[in-house]
């Protein structure tokens, strides 16, 4: 059975950082591309970044790009995701996500419960 | 970026109802489209990709369509279980984006 649980989540002040877990189970986790997406409170979902299956390419919103950096260490099954220079509206619960894909397509198969992060002073 | 504007955004349906969830992009997306379900205690699953496909488990009672900028998820008999809410997701360009999500609620 695919798993993929979050952890790492809390209230943090503005400014400072806050890392990201992903343990993922139940799948060769370096088969696949991996993904966080965000939802901020009462509001709709945001792809934050990816991470292709061997860890070389990673691609960022812009919202993010240049504060979070996106990670994998095969060898243990997790993605992580450090997060710098945290601001109020990164204020969300931060899913994992596998991305499944061939060369016709991709779509987020399998998604964790989330992490809620509160940034706030 | 692409823009994903879904309509309605809150639906209330009855038992057995069919219904039907609309999503147009701000261009075309050329089908590649996926469509995910969250459950009030913030479950994701995928439902629909590459806007016709129905993903392993899910009911036959689901289906989407479309093309070009047009897209849609049909339910066609709602069950008790079906009430949440609902994300269309372009991948054409990057960034992928969603649309801002339909809440399907019990009329």
């Known amino acids: 059975e695919v798993q993929l649980v979050e952890s790492g989540g809390g209230l943090v002040q503005p400014g400072r950082s806050l890392k990201l877990s992903c343990a993922a189970s139940?799948?060769?986790?370096?088969?696949?591309?991996m993904a966080w997406v965000r939802q901020a409170p009462t509001k709709g979902l945001e792809w934050v970044a990816s991470i292709s299956y061997g860890g070389s390419n990673t691609h960022y919103g812009d919202s993010v790009k240049g504060r979070f950096t996106i990670s994998r260490d095969n060898a243990k099954s997790t993605l992580y995701l450090q997060m710098d220079s945290l601001r109020s509206e990164d204020t969300a619960t931060y899913y994992c996500a596998r991305q499944a894909y061939t060369t016709d397509y991709w779509y987020f198969d399998f998604w964790g419960p989330g992490t809620m992060v509160t940034v706030s002073s | 970026d692409i823009q994903m504007t879904q309509t309605p955004s809150s639906m209330p349906a009855s038992l057995g109802e069919r219904v039907t969830i609309s999503c147009r992009a701000s261009q075309g997306i050329s089908n590649y489209l996926n469509w995910y379900q969250q459950k009030p205690d913030g479950t994701i699953k995928p439902l629909i990709y590459?806007?016709?496909n129905l993903q392993s488990g899910v009911p036959s009672r689901f289906s989407g369509s479309g093309s070009g900028t047009d897209y849609s998820l049909t339910i066609s008999s709602l069950e008790p279980e079906d009430f949440a809410m609902y994300y269309c997701?372009?991948?054409?360009?990057?960034?992928?984006?969603f649309g801002s999500g339909t809440k399907l609620e019990i009329k």
């Open positions: 997701q372009q991948y054409d360009s990057s960034p992928p984006t």
């Open positions: 590459y806007t016709s």
């Open positions: 139940g799948f060769t986790f370096s088969d696949y591309n």
